[in-house]
């Protein structure tokens, strides 16, 4: 075994060698050289904490490098915007973000001279901000969803368009030249063999192709990734069809009531990279496709579909997590997990080749540098995390990498067993706050669980009235209670962070 590995990393080296040789005697161009090298297995090994960016008095929820990779920006619970020189290890300026909760993504508009960025949040907004040249910022709202906002997308090379995707289940498109939101759609749920307007799909993420811009992608509360081309939509209030070109899903997650997307990612080469609650990983290549229509594909047609890769070991429950690509082709996927580590996978053969500690408690966001091998990560904790190949050894995976991926799966198994419905959930708190009325205390009004979303958010629980005849079927109740809540918070993905 030991042998088997020293010859391994000796072929990287001699492969490291070649290359550097071609690029001396002019076989292999700069760029070339540098993009093949950056995604070298033997550097990605190397990958070591290289700084930690603490300013932020809350967890951070988004960072993102500008165009030229030399600055960070990242927003946080704390609803300020931070912009960093991650280099240097320094903050450079932050301004207060004018959303009125926890900030979920903040991006820097190309070709501005990162004066632009926009920004989205838990109140529904999505905010423009315009840095001067005295160095003042103004913030305006430019729109408002109905319900939490999670992503924005920006057309690739544009300083003014993006888009937006908000638990409303609607996608929003915006031009910075005239300030104006358009909806383009709400995305609702399968019933039957058609989409009807029952029930909208709150949705967590929306991510362009890079290779055709004409075609983004969004996921959220059901098993299906939707891919949907701009060109079918007209710029103006009078088109709110649902209309999706194509769909993804693996088969075993098709009809499952209990999984959502969290994540997505485009490759360079247009793959589709789906992050799923409390499951897997999946990269689809474009062949993999339901068509526009997945009810109408019999079970014998989608046997005949190409199994997507599977990326597996971490554990994906407690928040909305993202995934990204990593490396200068997009060699890599890279994801964080419950258990406060970063997963590294080959993208082709899914083969684990590092893990690294990110956070106390879970990692949320990664984001790759726009061409060199350098990572950026948050979590729960208040600060953003850098990786950069410093390390003087290769670092090999930690001895007990088994149990760690042992017991993510163990634990994701576990509460796949417990089969409960919603109006199941509901029953129990109802009944919980008929007998102790007196003693529950909501953070929100009885108008709040009777919206179209039906959510439910966190309840205090105060002393417990005392009663004559108090019984242990009051303890248990109210015990049933409290493990329903968070069970319920946990299946339909309320616990945001």
């Known amino acids: 075994m030991e042998g088997r590995r020293v010859k391994k990393e000796a072929q990287l080296y001699q492969c490291g060698v070649e290359e550097i040789w071609q690029r001396q005697t002019g076989q292999l161009h700069p760029r070339a050289f540098a993009r093949q090298m950056g995604g070298s297995q033997d550097l990605i090994r190397h990958l070591e904490l290289y700084a930690k960016l603490e300013a932020h008095d809350g967890c951070v929820n988004t960072v993102q490098f500008n165009p030229t990779g030399n600055i960070l920006v990242s927003g946080s619970d704390d609803k300020q915007i931070i912009f960093w020189d991650w280099d240097a290890k320094t903050k450079l300026f932050s301004f207060p973000s004018g959303h009125g909760s926890n900030v ?19 109140d529904g907004q999505v905010r423009h901000a315009q840095i001067l040249e005295n160095g003042q910022v103004e913030t305006k709202r430019l729109a408002k969803h109905r319900g939490r906002t999670h992503k924005l997308a920006i057309e690739p090379g544009s300083p003014h368009v993006f888009y937006s995707c908000g638990e409303d ?60 081309d701009i060109r079918s939509y007209h710029q103006d209030s009078s088109t709110n069809h649902d209309c999706p070109v194509d769909f993804f899903s693996p088969q075993h997650l098709i009809d499952n009531d209990h999984v959502n997307i969290t994540g997505l990612a485009y490759s360079n080469q247009g793959e589709l990279l ?85 956070d106390q408690h879970v990692v949320n966001c990664l984001e790759p540098h726009p061409y060199a091998t350098i990572l950026a990560t948050s979590g729960l904790e208040k600060n953003v995390k850098i990786w950069a190949p410093t390390a003087e050894q290769l670092i090999s995976l930690p001895d007990n990498v088994e149990e760690i991926m042992e017991a993510n799966k163990q634990d994701r198994e576990d509460r796949s067993r417990i089969s409960l419905t919603p109006d199941v959930i509901m029953r129990v708190l109802r009944l919980q706050r008929r007998q102790y009325q007196p003693n529950v205390e909501s953070r929100y009004s009885r108008a709040d669980f009777e919206g179209e979303d039906d959510d439910v958010d966190e309840y205090v629980l105060l002393e417990p009235l ?25 299946i339909n993905g309320l616990e945001l962070v």
């Open 169 to 228: 289940g609607a996608v929003q498109h915006f031009d910075l030249r005239s300030h104006t939101a358009t909806k383009l759609l709400t995305c609702h749920t399968f019933v039957g063999n058609k989409s009807q307007s029952i029930e909208h799909v709150r949705l967590n993420a929306i991510v362009i192709d890079p290779r055709n811009p004409y075609y983004f992608a969004i996921g959220g509360s059901d098993e299906y990734a939707r891919v949907y």
């Open 104 to 122: 979920f993504q903040a991006r820097i508009m190309p070709f501005t001279d990162d004066r632009s960025v926009v920004t989205c949040a838990a």
């Open 274 to 358: 789906v992050s799923y609650n409390d499951e897997l990983i999946y990269l689809f290549q474009k062949e993999m496709g339901l068509g526009p229509n997945p009810k109408s594909v019999s079970v014998e047609a989608r046997n005949e579909l190409e199994v997507p890769q599977v990326y597996k070991g971490h554990r994906n429950a407690q928040t909305v997590k993202g995934v990204n690509f990593f490396g200068p082709n997009t060699e890599y996927v890279v994801s964080g997990s419950d258990c406060g580590r970063i997963f590294i996978w080959k993208k082709k053969g899914a083969e684990l080749v590092h893990l690294m500690k990110g």
């Open 466 to 490: 005392q009663r004559d005849d108090s019984s242990d079927d009051d303890g248990i109740l109210c015990f049933l209670m409290v493990l329903l809540m968070l069970l319920y918070k946990d």
